[in-house]
């Protein structure tokens, strides 16, 4: 691509467009926004970080690279754990998603709460050019992070979720923070088209943190179908369709839901979690099997089986494969 190519692009993608419009929860968009071909970040339109903590719980603070003054005014706590979550394809900050997530940590009180927002550049019907960006978001949220860290934020107290493109993001924002190593990165059924193929730089995976942990929920359609943390997680055995999320039981639930029809099993990651985050006993008996068939026939059940909760409260020192199983609406948990 020549400079006047790249300006030109770069003029495009900086226009008020393109248009959009919002279905069923979903963000769709007339063209897509490619910034692999034009790096240039718009700070409120393309990306920006969202503060939410027991002080706001409902309307954010924004924040950005360099601004002191919004950092200041807003009620950023350096003593507390901040959570930090990545939308997926389709979203933005204000979907479901990221209000679930961001309504169990306020409940807590104990968090800062920061959401990714980028739903230009994760539109859809433009999967190809959002799963490109990925890469892009990544490195600017770490850049973001660096940024926090040079004013205070004590690095190992961050936590970073994703859910589906969001968890790729998360990974890649792992591997571009330089002021230090991420303590941990949750990824909520992260995404598996194109990225199967996709070189480590790209993606998530057990590098990117001193721990990553993984909820599966919709493996081999939606989310990626191998382990990839130091923990991967496979309720329900970890594919579509998860319990509940049968057509009839949909149908049931919603007869107007189109979208939920597409993505119940891929959801069921993020539902998980934040059930997990304001229920410390939630999701306890997670157990370490080579596969679900032998977890089924109780062969792991065993005095010498390592055992763990799912979600927020996961014991760190767990490793390889872990099998749970599930109620099939909120709660979740068994336990």
Known sequence: MGVSDYWFVCLIGSLPGPPSVNFDGANLQLYPINKNKCHYIDPVRDISFQLFTRHNPLMPSNLRIGDDAALAQSHFNFSEPTVFFFHAFFESSQAIPATYIRTAYTQRGDHNIILLNAPRLEAGPWYLTAAQNTRIVGQYAARFIDYLVSRGLYLPSLHLTGLSLGAQMAGVCGQNVKSGRIRRITGLDPAGPLFNKWPKSLKLD?????????????????????????????PNRGISPQPGCNFKEIKKRNPDAIVELLFCSHWRSYQFFAESVVNSDAFYGAVNCNKWEEYEE??????????????????????????ITTNPESPYSKT
Not at 299 to 312: K, V
């Open 298 to 323: 109780g062969i792991c059940n065993d005095q010498n089986s390592f055992t763990t909760r799912m979600g927020l409260y996961v014991d760190e020192r767990a490793r390889g494969n872990f099998y």
């Open 206 to 234: 057990a590098s990117d943190a001193e721990f990553v942990d993984i909820i599966h929920s919709d493996a081999g359609i939606f989310g990626y179908p191998r382990q990839i943390g130091h923990a991967d997680f496979w």
